[in-house]
């Protein structure tokens, strides 16, 4: 089995971040997210984002390699949902080049955060996740996710998009 390593992300980190995100969302998102939005993604309008956030330091960013190369990365921290207390921490996303899905790089990001947001204090954690992408409601749930609630509508290029909360206990 092939050894994963994760570390935290740094500004450097972020043309390579960036290349997972837009490769990420082609590969995921057609039929549920406008096609003229994900042909616009770009890494480098991407990498710009990316590095900001990470020169920020909030949230966190971990960055999952397998043979020395970047796989997938997650993000993480306090909730930002107001109707969750600061006993609940957030994944706020997480994506794997798509060449790496099913290796276990994305539950070994998930561990890393769940543990990392146990040790600073929170004792649950949610995440959001499209209605409409299976796959990774499928690997949630594998990760012993619950779904949470209804689904709430947000809209990219005036398409409706609906997402849904899972969440679960800590660690």
């Keep these: 089995m092939t050894t994963i390593d994760i570390r935290a992300a740094t500004p450097v980190d972020a ?34 984002v990316w590095r900001d956030v990470l020169d920020a330091g909030r949230p966190h960013v971990a960055l999952a390699f ?9 993000t993480y921290g306090p909730t930002r949902d107001t109707d969750k207390d600061s006993t609940w921490g957030e994944i706020g996303a997480i994506y794997l080049h798509p060449s790496h899905c099913g290796q276990g790089i994305g539950a070994a990001l998930v561990a890393h955060a769940r543990r990392s947001l146990h040790d600073a204090g929170h004792e649950w954690v949610s995440l959001w996740v499209l209605v409409e992408n299976r796959r990774a ?5 594998r990760e012993g996710f619950v779904a949470e609630r209804d689904a709430e509508t947000f809209e990219i290029d005036g398409v409706p998009i609906e997402e849904i909360r899972y969440w679960r206990a800590l660690p």
């Design 137 to 141: 409601k499928a690997f949630y749930e």
């Design 15 to 48: 043309p390579a971040i960036a290349e997972i995100h837009v490769a990420s969302w082609r590969a995921t998102y057609p039929g549920i997210v406008p096609a003229s939005y994900l042909a616009g993604l770009s890494v480098e309008q991407r990498t710009t």
């Design 66 to 74: 397998t043979e020395g190369e970047p796989r997938g990365w997650i």
